[in-house]
């Protein structure tokens, strides 16, 4: 099992920043990928960042060169530093960590964390 706790968040003004961390407890030596999601209000939720344990990166189209995932040493720690924010990114945002089993991905997530943007 895996907890994660995500901390940080917040309102920001538009082209503001803010960074949203993220710790996992638990089994961590099994999770392979962590990463950010984000759900807007009537949106599904969709992929904003992971991150490997190669420390290999992926971001979507929509915050590439504004977002940045990063793992801290202890590598059970997730942090998205975000940049010249857009009201467009206000969303509650949840951290992941994804774990390869012999049938499929299995998900943890976090609680999630809200951020809002004003314009």
């Known amino acids: 099992q895996v907890q994660l706790v995500e901390s940080g968040g917040g309102l920001v003004q538009a082209g503001g920043s803010l960074r949203v961390s993220c710790a996992a407890s638990?089994?961590?030596?099994?999770?392979?990928?962590m990463g950010w999601y984000r759900q807007a209000p009537g949106k599904q939720r969709e992929l904003v960042a992971t991150?490997?344990?190669?420390?290999?990166?992926n971001y979507a189209e929509s915050v590439k060169g504004r977002f940045t995932i990063s793992r801290g040493n202890a590598k059970n720690t997730v942090s998205l530093q975000m940049n010249s924010l857009e009201p467009v990114d206000t969303a509650v945002y949840y951290c992941?960590?994804?774990?390869?089993?012999?049938?499929?991905?299995?998900?943890?997530w976090g609680p999630g964390t809200q951020v809002t943007v004003s314009s």
């Open positions: 992941n960590a994804a774990v390869w089993t012999p049938i499929s991905w299995y998900n943890y």
């Open positions: 991150i490997n344990s190669g420390d290999s990166t």
């Open positions: 638990g089994s961590t030596h099994i999770i392979n990928v």
